[in-house]
Structures are given as structure tokens and as C-alpha cells.
């Protein structure tokens, strides 16, 4: 009883947030290419980034957007610089934001930005002329870049100044909405009701089988009932059909984080754990299946790495020289900003690359089906 008092002032704030931007008391823009938004509604540790580079290779391996302009645009989360900026790549971490520089570096054809303002970054990316007329854009170090034909939004769901065209929101399978909270007492940064605006709903972290029971009982804990496996589509209480689909996480091979990373490291049997992510479990369960985890240190989402922080995970890797030094790929571009690793630790530093993967084909076509067919339902109503 006492927590819902306490939470009250924010939930109705919440509430009534959503209440004016739904009839239009709060003024939301759209964007004049299509918007593709992948967001949640519970603070972090969902999956955003590897789900929205899923998201950039279903568009650039489509017959109608391989050759297209895109683009990804995100806030850039505990970065120092200001106001719009073209993310480079290998560029720094601290400068631009961790998963923005990840994403670069994974696609170097599409084109990467950071602007807090979600709806000033769309009217930089649709017409960059106006980089170099707009004094918002003064600071903005590469002001060279094609007009966009599509956008994709990166942790854009609760930002309603902005009309994304389609969203897709991520929710974790192992924290059910219905036995989360609002912050500070959950993790839910936003209304459960909310994940009912989404035109798809993606379970993350999924184990690797679900039978299509045990998927129907999971949707109902997010109030859809009359789960259908072959369409993937519910309905929930005010008659609305939900697509939802489901997937898990793979990682994959050790890759050297700096070019002095020598690969024979990959094959010892002990290995040194360190991670500034939401939750690092599945992979410390992950890793542990191959090697030895002689010393583990986690660090706060985001990270920033310093002198005394290189100095622990040294001396650990010199308490056991045989053991691999490994850390997740988001941590790894921010130490790429660091300048001073000792060399002996950057021949045994790698990173584990994740990636996600729909439980079933099937789930994978209706995903691809239904987002070209609204990208498509876009371009008709434009002509």
C-alpha cells in the first residue's frame, strides 16, 4: 500500500502525459520518411542495440531498401558532446555514445547520429543542407552526409514530440510486466498499458524453445489472450490484435578487441570477466560452459573506464597468465578511448559479439512481412 502511494505522483504524471500527446493538447511531429522506433518500456536491458542491428540487415538485405539512405538516429546515452552529430567510425566512445559507435563500426554504409532532440535530428537527417545554415548545428563536427530515406529511432518510445510511423517494443521474458513496477521500485520506466501502442511486441532473451503453450501463457501476463502461433497475433482487452513474436540471444566467437589481441589466448582454459551492462548473467552463464571464470568485476550500465579500473582487471590478468581477458562488445568501444592499456593486456582482451534470432522461421517471416508491408502502405499514401 505504501508503494503505491509513493508511486502515485509518477504514475499519474505519466498518465496524463500520454493523456495530452493522445489528444493532441501536446503537439507530436512526424517525420516525412517512414520512422521505425525500437524501444521498451522498462529501463535498459532489453536488447535495443543488437535487436536494432537485426532491424538494419532485414532492411539491407530487402529488395526495396538495400540501395536506400539509412539512417540511425539515437540520443547517445552518457555522451560529451552536444546537439546533432554524424557518429564516425571508429570514433570515440565518450564523444559520440557507446552503442551508436557499435553500430557504426558494425555498418559503415548507414548513416549513424546522435541529437537528445529526436525530432531536430530527423529534420538534420531528411535535409543536412541546413547543417550548414542552422546555428543548433554549429557544433557538429561532420556536416557531410546523404538525405535519409528512412530512420530508424533507437529508445525512442517515450519520446512523444516525435510520431514514429512503427513501433517496435522489446520486452524481457524474464521480467513479466505484470510482476514488474514503476521506477524506483521496478524497472518500468513507462505505463504496461503502453506496450498495447506497439504495431510489434518482441519477447527478448527467450530461451532457445517455447512450446507454443507455454508462449500463449507468457502473452497473457501483458493482458493479450487468444494467442495464435501461426500468425503470432493476440488480442487484448479492447479487441486490438497484437503481433507477437519471440527471441533469444547467440553469442558468438571471441574477436580480439585491438589488433595486438593474439587468438591462442581464445583457447585457455581460465578466463577474467569484466562488464559495465545492465545484466551480464547470461553471458558470465555463457562463457562459463567453456572456460574457468577465475575473477569477475561488473561496473555500472555505460561505463566509463579508468586508470584504476585498467589497473584491477591488469593485475588480475597478471595473478593468472594463461587466462583470457573477455568483456561484451558495448564495453569494448569504450575502451577503445582509453590510451594507456598496457600492451600485455590488449594481446589477451576480446569481446563477446551477441546477436538475436527469432524462436522460428515463421516468426521471422511474419517480422519481415509486416514491416515492408507498412513501409510499403507509407510510400502509397506519399504519391
Known amino acids: 500500500m505504501l508503494e503505491k502511494i509513493l508511486l502515485a505522483p509518477y504514475y499519474l504524471t505519466l498518465k496524463l502525459r500520454h493523456v495530452f500527446y493522445d489528444h493532441g493538447w501536446c503537439k507530436s ?34 529488395d526495396e531498401w538495400a540501395f536506400s539512405n539509412i539512417a540511425v538516429l539515437s540520443r547517445g546515452h552518457k555522451r560529451t558532446s552536444r546537439g546533432f552529430q554524424q557518429v564516425e567510425r571508429d570514433g570515440s566512445a565518450s564523444f559520440y555514445g557507446d552503442e551508436p559507435v557499435q553500430i557504426k563500426n558494425k555498418f559503415p554504409s548507414v548513416t549513424v547520429a546522435v541529437d537528445r532532440s529526436r525530432v531536430q535530428g530527423c529534420d538534420f537527417l531528411c535535409h543536412p543542407e541546413k547543417l550548414s545554415t542552422s546555428k543548433k548545428a554549429r557544433k557538429c ?32 521474458y524474464n521480467r513479466p510486466v505484470d510482476k514488474d513496477r514503476l521506477l524506483p521500485f521496478g524497472r518500468l520506466r513507462d505505463l504496461p498499458q503502453r506496450l498495447h501502442q506497439a504495431d510489434i511486441i518482441i519477447v527478448t532473451k527467450c530461451p532457445v524453445y517455447l512450446e507454443d503453450q507455454e508462449r500463449a501463457e507468457w502473452v497473457k501476463t501483458m493482458g493479450i489472450v487468444e494467442f495464435d502461433p501461426e500468425t503470432c497475433q493476440g488480442v487484448d482487452k479492447r479487441g486490438k490484435r497484437l503481433t507477437i513474436l519471440f527471441t533469444s540471444i547467440n553469442y558468438c566467437p571471441l574477436q580480439r578487441v585491438f589488433e595486438e589481441g593474439d587468438t591462442r589466448y581464445i583457447y585457455s582454459q581460465k578466463l577474467v570477466l569484466f562488464s559495465g551492462i545492465a545484466k551480464d548473467t547470461p553471458l558470465r552463464r555463457y562463457l562459463s560452459d567453456t572456460y574457468k571464470i577465475v575473477k569477475h568485476f561488473t ?85
Open 141 to 172: 563536427r561532420n556536416k557531410e552526409l546523404p538525405p535519409a530515406d528512412i530512420v530508424v529511432l533507437d529508445d525512442a518510445f517515450q519520446y512523444r514530440a516525435l510520431r514514429s510511423y512503427f513501433n517496435i517494443v522489446l520486452v524481457d
Open 299 to 383: 561496473f555500472s550500465d555505460h561505463h566509463k573506464y579508468s586508470a584504476m579500473d585498467i589497473s584491477r582487471i591488469h593485475a588480475a590478468s597478471r595473478a593468472f597468465p594463461t587466462a583470457v581477458v573477455a568483456t561484451t562488445e558495448k564495453d569494448s568501444q569504450r575502451l577503445r578511448d582509453y590510451e594507456k592499456i598496457p600492451g600485455s593486456l590488449k594481446e589477451r582482451l576480446f569481446q563477446v559479439p551477441i546477436e538475436v534470432a527469432f524462436l522460428s522461421e515463421r516468426e521471422k517471416a511474419v517480422f519481415e512481412k509486416q514491416l515492408m508491408d507498412a513501409l510499403r502502405v507509407f510510400h502509397s499514401a506519399q504519391q
Open 29 to 62: 511531429y512526424p517525420c516525412e520518411v517512414p520512422t521505425i522506433c525500437i524501444g521498451n518500456i522498462a529501463a535498459g536491458g532489453t536488447g535495443k542495440t543488437p535487436h536494432t542491428e537485426m532491424l538494419l540487415k532485414t532492411l539491407l538485405q530487402s
